[in-house]
C-alpha cells in the first residue's frame, strides 16, 4: 500500500477517535437533562443511583417499612432501593422551615399503570395540563402535587400553587423552555467534575446566630458562600467540596477554621487511642485535606470500600405477598 495512503488511513482513524472521545466527553459532562427542569432554588441537588443497585444483588427492601412507605411499595410495586435510578431535587429555603418548598423530578423503573392508580386513590383533586394529569395530595397540612411525566420520570412539588409543576410539565414538553436550567446550574454546575455520580449546588444564606462548635470554632464563615460538593466512585468513593466566598480573605478565614477544626478533631481521635474509630473510619478522616485557592476553599476526602460496606445495610428478603392480592412480591 502507498505510503501516503496509509498516512492518510492513519490520520482519518485519529480524527474519528478523536471525535467519539469529544462526543464522549460531552455526553458525561453535560448536565443532567432532569436537573434542567428544576426551578429556581438556594439548593440544588442530583444523584445517579443506578450504582447503588449493584450492592442490593436481588435483595428486597426491608421487612420492617414505615407503614406509610409500605402500603406506597405493596400498592404500586416501586421499591425505592431497587427501582430508583436518578434524582432530581431543588429546595428555596433549606432547613429554614419544617416543610420547605422544593421540587423533585425521580427516574426509575416503574408501572405507571399502577402508579397512576395510586395517584388517583390518595389524590383530593386533579387536573389536566398540557398532555398530563397533575395530582393534588393532601399532606400533613399541605398541598403535594405530582405528575406522570413519561413511562420513566415523576415530578413532585410542594409549592403553595401549581405553577412550578406547569413549569416543569413545560421544560419537559419543550426542552428549549429549560434552556440551561436555573441560576446555580448555569453558574457554577462547571465546577462539577466529569462523570460524578452525586453532586449538590448550595447557596448559604446569612444567620444571625451561626452554630458554635467545641473549641470555638464557629460556622459563620459559611454566610454568603456558594458550595459545590460532588461524588465520584473510582474504587473508592472520592469527595470534592468547592466553597466559594467573597473573597480571598474570606476564602483563608474559611480553610484556616476548617483546618482548626479537623486538628482537634483528630487531635481528640489520638487521645483515646484504641478506643476511637477504627482504622476504615480513621483512615477516611485522615484523607480529608483543606486547600485555599484564590476566593475558593477546597475540600477533599476518600472514603475507603471498607468503610462503605459497613455503613451500607444489607437488606433482608422480601416477605412473600399473597398472590390473591395482586401485589408483586
Not at 471525535?19 to 459532562?29: F, M
Not at 428544576?38 to 443497585?53: C, F, R, S, T, V
Not at 427516574?107 to 383530593?124: A, E
Request: glycine share 6%; aromatic share 8%.
Amino acid at each position: 500500500m502507498d505510503r501516503r495512503l496509509k498516512l492518510l488511513i492513519l490520520c482519518l482513524f485519529l480524527l474519528v477517535m478523536a471525535a467519539i472521545g469529544l462526543a464522549v466527553y460531552y455526553r458525561v459532562s453535560a448536565v443532567p437533562a432532569h436537573a434542567l427542569l428544576l426551578p429556581e432554588g438556594n439548593l440544588l441537588i442530583y444523584a445517579d443511583i443506578k450504582p447503588a443497585h449493584l450492592f442490593d444483588q436481588g435483595k428486597s427492601a426491608p421487612a420492617r417499612l414505615d407503614p406509610e412507605y409500605r402500603d406506597f411499595v405493596q400498592q404500586t410495586g416501586i421499591q425505592f432501593e431497587r427501582d430508583l435510578d436518578e434524582i432530581a431535587i431543588s429546595q428555596r429555603f433549606p432547613g429554614a422551615e419544617r416543610d420547605t418548598e422544593s421540587s423533585a423530578i425521580f427516574t426509575g423503573k416503574f408501572d405507571s399503570g399502577r402508579l397512576r392508580g395510586y395517584l388517583q386513590k390518595i389524590s383530593s383533586a386533579s387536573e389536566s395540563y398540557a398532555d398530563k394529569t397533575m395530582f393534588s395530595i393532601q399532606h400533613e397540612g399541605h398541598v403535594v402535587r405530582a405528575a406522570i411525566l413519561d413511562d420513566r420520570t415523576v415530578a413532585v412539588t410542594n409549592m403553595e400553587s401549581a405553577e412550578p409543576l406547569r413549569a416543569i410539565i413545560d421544560k419537559y414538553r419543550n426542552p428549549s423552555l429549560a434552556g440551561k436550567g436555573a441560576y446555580l446550574l448555569q453558574t457554577y454546575y462547571r465546577h462539577v467534575p466529569t462523570a460524578s455520580l452525586a453532586w449538590m449546588i448550595y447557596r448559604a444564606p446569612p444567620h444571625s446566630a451561626p452554630a458554635v462548635l467545641p473549641g470555638g470554632v464557629s460556622f459563620s464563615f459559611l454566610e454568603n458562600t456558594v458550595s459545590v460538593t460532588s461524588v465520584r466512585y473510582t474504587g473508592s468513593l472520592s469527595l470534592k467540596a468547592e466553597v466559594f466566598t467573597a473573597g480571598e480573605a474570606a476564602a483563608r478565614n474559611l480553610a484556616e477554621s476548617a483546618g482548626t477544626f479537623l486538628a482537634i478533631y483528630r487531635t481528640a481521635g489520638e487521645t483515646v487511642g484504641n478506643k476511637g474509630p477504627d482504622q476504615d473510619v480513621r483512615a477516611a478522616i485522615d484523607s480529608i485535606q483543606v486547600r485555599q485557592e484564590g476566593t475558593r476553599a477546597i475540600f477533599t476526602a476518600t472514603i475507603p470500600q471498607g468503610f462503605l460496606r459497613k455503613v451500607l445495610p444489607e437488606a433482608e428478603p422480601a416477605r412473600p405477598v399473597d398472590p390473591g392480592s395482586g401485589h408483586k412480591p
